[in-house]
């Protein structure tokens, strides 16, 4: 019991430190894996050897593809890329379902892009289509938000999905990853969807409401600010040809080799590799840059992903030290044998997910620390398979979605941008939020139920 209680304890200080005196979350991780490492009582000789190895660890795995997957991401929202898609999004749905088509341009545009910053992009895309279509833009508000954020939270390369399955062993089947992270998002954004559609008769009411018919309508404008925007093909390939190409090098690696050992399977093999496949990416990404000074632009953009990637970097780096000093204790042992007499499984990574998320406000922090505390018990609590890993990043993820409120940056970009008042924001936002994190963990203990 003292080693739960201990747990408890430094949890306490990781939401008390990051929330209520605002203490950066990397400091606050690392400080966190000392307590923890006193506490539990290590020797004090490999405290720090245990501590640096955790951080280095995970992100040799990692750190690159985080690194790649946010430069590619700056690259998509400062060359227009982003706008092409949505336009390419709405002219494939159409009009006739508003809060869909918005629902799926966020799910498809936060795949590589945070979703506060693909908020602030599309909201102008998303007020025109709200006053065009005669639709409440708190409808609108809500489907985009949630698309975003049901991305956002499961499907790499965004950083929090992939340093969660970086902490649990996954980062050579990132693929499998994806393929599940994809169809938990798509119930997850369709929950958020629905939800809004509660909203299509009202209108915000928020400070400056009355003003929002007439302000950020003119999309054209936004769209012409951008220069001449680069077409759907080139806006889309620096993505979805990553993806396919880690999807494909995970279904070479299958144990039933579906296409052989020969030379596809070599090719798809190294080409499959997260960091081969978002180095191929970056590369397709250069004809979205505009001008003469093309290198000296791209040059740019790779020290906003790097000043963009960098506290990211840290805290996964912090949270694998933490990780790794529970990993050196017998937390793991205690807690799987006690937890699997209680029968929770798969929804205790939701549960301290969605505890450590709610009280802190960052879902990235949420998926990083939990995946850190739980990757030691996954033996003892039957995840240790493949699936069970990947399911368990799921149920992570589920759990960071839960849920968004004052805490949470997100929840303000979408509350000042919709022109929501905080109160009309909780109903409508938070709300959306807790619907959409407990449906997705639906799904997530169905999808164990079948293939666990």
Known sequence: MTLVLILIAVIAFIVVATSKYKLHPFLTLLLAAFIAAFAYGLPATTIAKTISSG?????????????LGTIIGTILEKSGAAITMADAIVKLLGKRFPTLTMSIIGYIVSIPVFCDSGYVILNSLKQSMANRMKVSSVAMSVALATGLYATHTFVPPTPGPIAAAGNLGLESNLGLVIGVGVLVALVAALAGMFWANRFKDTQPNGEGAENLMFENTDYEA?????GVLPSPLKSFA???VPILLICFGSIANFPSAPLGQGLLFELLNFLGQPLNALIIGLFLSLPLLKGEHKMSDFSDRISEGLVAAAPILLITGAGGAFGAVLKATALGEYLGSTLSALGIGIFMPFVVS??????????TVALVTTSALVAPLLGDIGLDSEMGRVLTVMAIGAGAMTVSHANDSFFWVVTQFSRMSVKQAYKAQTMATLIQGITAMLMVY???????
């Open 222 to 226: 936004l769209k012409q600010s951008y």
């Open 55 to 67: 951080f280095g660890g995970i992100l040799g795995y990692i750190g690159l593809v985080i690194v």
């Open 446 to 452: 169905v999808l164990s139920l079948v293939l666990l």
């Open 238 to 240: 620096p993505i979805f």
């Open 354 to 363: 969605a505890a450590l998320k709610s009280a802190q406000g960052s879902s």
